[in-house]
Structure formats: structure tokens, C-alpha cells
């Protein structure tokens, strides 16, 4: 094995534990509660992507008559969530 490819190798293996970090999770596995979040993404009306105050990234639903549409990319909105959908919001 050549050195640029023992480097290469090297820098792999030490980036994998960040590229592991920035993986969504579930909405549905984080506890029913209120939480302020970042707006990372507006997918559409019904779906936000959002990065929460300990760094992780998911993907909100909203639930009946709730509607993303007022909110921005780099907006921080206060989310109650429940089974992993959105019922209210208020944008802060």
C-alpha cells in the first residue's frame, strides 16, 4: 500500500464517526414534549427539516389542520410533538 493510499484510508476511517452524526432520526423516537427547534429545510407545508438544540436533524409532520407554510428556512419555531407529528407551532 502506497502512502496516499494509507492517507486516504486514514482520513475515511476518521471522518466516518462525523458523517454518522449528521443522520436524521425517526421524529417518532424522540419523548412527546415541547422543544425550540432550527428550521434547516421547508420540504413542503406538511414536512420540516430541523436541527434541535443537541444537534441532531429530523424530519416534522404536521398533524391536521397544521400548516408549515409561514415558516422559513433559519427560522426558530417552538414545536409540540406528540407520536411524532407537529400539532401546534409558534414561530419565535
Do not use: W
Amino acid at each position: 500500500m502506497d502512502k496516499r493510499t494509507a492517507l486516504f484510508a486514514l482520513l475515511a476511517f476518521l471522518a466516518a464517526p462525523v458523517t454518522a452524526l449528521a443522520a436524521t432520526i425517526s421524529a417518532a423516537l424522540i419523548p412527546d414534549g415541547t422543544y425550540v427547534v432550527k428550521v434547516e429545510q421547508v420540504q413542503d407545508s406538511q414536512h420540516l427539516t430541523v436541527k434541535m438544540d443537541n444537534g441532531m436533524e429530523t424530519v416534522l409532520t404536521a398533524a391536521g389542520s397544521v400548516n408549515f407554510g409561514k415558516i422559513k428556512a433559519n427560522d426558530r419555531v417552538k414545536v409540540s410533538l406528540i407520536k411524532g407529528k407537529v400539532p401546534v407551532y409558534a414561530i419565535q
